[in-house]
């Protein structure tokens, strides 16, 4: 089993940023990938970046791409969301999710572990 824990959301204006970090603990040698989703309220849940454990390789969404970056530190067993230029519209919670299968995938469905979300709002 895989256990994730999000932690960094909060409170931001327009254009500031913020870092997120998602804890893994269990048997985290099982887990190929690590993705964040975000889930504005009354949408859906939508992908916005990915990354492989082992080589690094990274996937973002066409609306997060240039202003947020994926990162995982192996040996802290731990994946950072670098949130860069902030909008309005990026206001959602934010969830940490690990795939124990072939990684990069966009879809919540890809996704085998999640954690219980952090909350991200971005006042204009």
């Known amino acids: 089993q895989v256990q994730l824990v999000e932690s960094g959301g909060g409170l931001v204006q327009a254009g500031g940023s913020l870092r997120l970090s998602c804890a893994a603990s269990?048997?985290?040698?099982?887990?190929?990938?690590m993705a964040w989703f975000r889930q504005p309220t009354g949408k859906e849940r939508e992908f916005v970046a990915a990354i492989t454990w082992r080589s690094g390789s990274t996937h973002y969404a066409d609306s997060v791409k240039g202003r947020f970056t994926i990162s995982r530190d192996n040996a802290k067993n731990t994946v950072y969301l670098q949130m860069n230029s902030l909008k309005p519209e990026d206001t959602a919670v934010y969830y940490c999710a690990a795939d124990l299968n072939y990684g990069l995938g966009s879809r919540p469905t890809d996704y085998d572990y999640w954690g219980q979300g952090t909350q991200v709002t971005v006042s204009s």
């Open positions: 269990g048997r985290t040698f099982r887990s190929y990938a």
